[in-house]
């Protein structure tokens, strides 16, 4: 069996050929693999991902400020918008660094760079109708077409909103979320 | 004239497998980023977040002793905002102890019967 010079189809001359061959073939395999999986193109028709996560990000963020510490507590975005005056200076401190925090801060060093704005919505009960959306913070960076996504929380106001137009209402929170 | 070499035909043999299984692993990596997509539009698509809230929102007027839950004000509040701001028809109301709520934006329904047990 086997020896150099046999004619059969495997023999055992050659081996190192073969080893080479086989090294040869994972190397190739690990650099097809490094290669393909270091570059994935995102194209502008993708932009779904990253709105997925955008959207995951900002909604838990929101429902974090829309969730009372205690039971019969106001929540975080409660107080906020019943301690904002009626000429709504579309800046309220306390919720934007609330929100900023939450959105922005990274495990590591370093923030996100996420940006927002922040409108709240309400209905008339005379009319009937959807008032024009309240400007209530946003963290003073412009928006420039980039991708956003918005989200949402429902809060319903008691008697002590501060600003009669919100008193015993249902209004919604809509937040729009991009990053730049 | 030469005789063909009829030696290194395992190399031979060995490169085109590899470029084979190349080719295979190719296709599955660019298999990955559609499917990352398609997944993710349906995530999109779902509006998992809107039923979550409107659930929440509506129990949370349940737990005033029902009060809530009839009175009319709340209820256009949630539906008109509902239609207007997230294009989707909702409804809610209680028979006794049982609780009624429909969700539909076109293309998702939602109904839930909740039963009160005290």
């Known amino acids: 069996m086997g020896g150099y010079g046999d004619q059969d189809m495997v023999n055992d001359s050659a081996q190192l050929y073969t080893i080479e061959g086989i090294s040869a073939a994972i190397l ?7 290669v393909i ?6 194209t502008p028709q993708e932009t779904h991902i990253t709105d997925m996560q955008l959207e995951q990000l900002g909604h838990d963020a ?4 829309n969730t009372p510490k205690e039971y019969g507590t106001p929540s975080i975005l409660y107080q906020c918008i019943r301690d904002d005056p009626p000429p709504h200076s579309g800046f309220n401190a306390a919720f934007n660094a609330y929100f900023t925090q939450l959105l922005n ?10 940006h927002f704005k922040v409108q709240l919505y309400h209905r008339d009960h005379s009319s009937g109708e959807i008032q024009p959306p309240i400007d209530f913070t946003s963290d003073g960076v412009g928006y420039f077409r980039e991708n956003a ?6 809060v319903k106001m008691g008697s002590d909103a501060s600003d009669p137009d ?4 249902i209004i919604l929170v809509e937040a729009l979320i991009w990053r730049s | 004239m030469a005789k063909l070499n009829e030696e290194g035909q395992w190399i031979v043999m ?6 084979i299984i190349i080719f295979i692993l190719a296709i ?6 559609l499917v990352g997509k398609t997944t993710s539009e349906s995530v999109l698509e779902f509006p998992k977040t809107d039923i979550q809230d409107l659930r929440s929102l509506i129990f949370q007027l349940k737990s005033n002793d029902w009060d809530d839950i009839v009175k009319q004000s709340y209820k256009e509040d949630i539906q008109v905002l509902f239609f207007d701001r997230k294009n989707a028809i909702v409804s809610y109301y209680n028979d006794s102890r049982i609780l009624f709520i429909h969700y539909n934006n076109g293309i998702t329904s939602y109904n839930e019967m909740h039963e009160e047990q005290y």
Do not use: C, H, P
Not at chain 1, 105 to 114: E, P, Q
């Open chain 2, 28 to 33: 599955i990596v660019a298999e990955s980023a």
């Open chain 1, 28 to 34: 190739m395999l690990v650099t097809a693999y490094l």
């Open chain 2, 14 to 19: 060995m490169g085109f497998i590899v470029s």
């Open chain 1, 37 to 42: 999986s270091s570059s994935t193109i995102i």
């Open chain 1, 105 to 114: 801060t990274r495990i590591f060093s370093g923030n996100d760079s996420l």
């Open chain 1, 62 to 65: 929101l429902l974090v400020l």
């Open chain 1, 166 to 169: 919100l008193k015993d209402k």
């Open chain 1, 149 to 154: 996504v918005k989200v949402t929380q429902w």
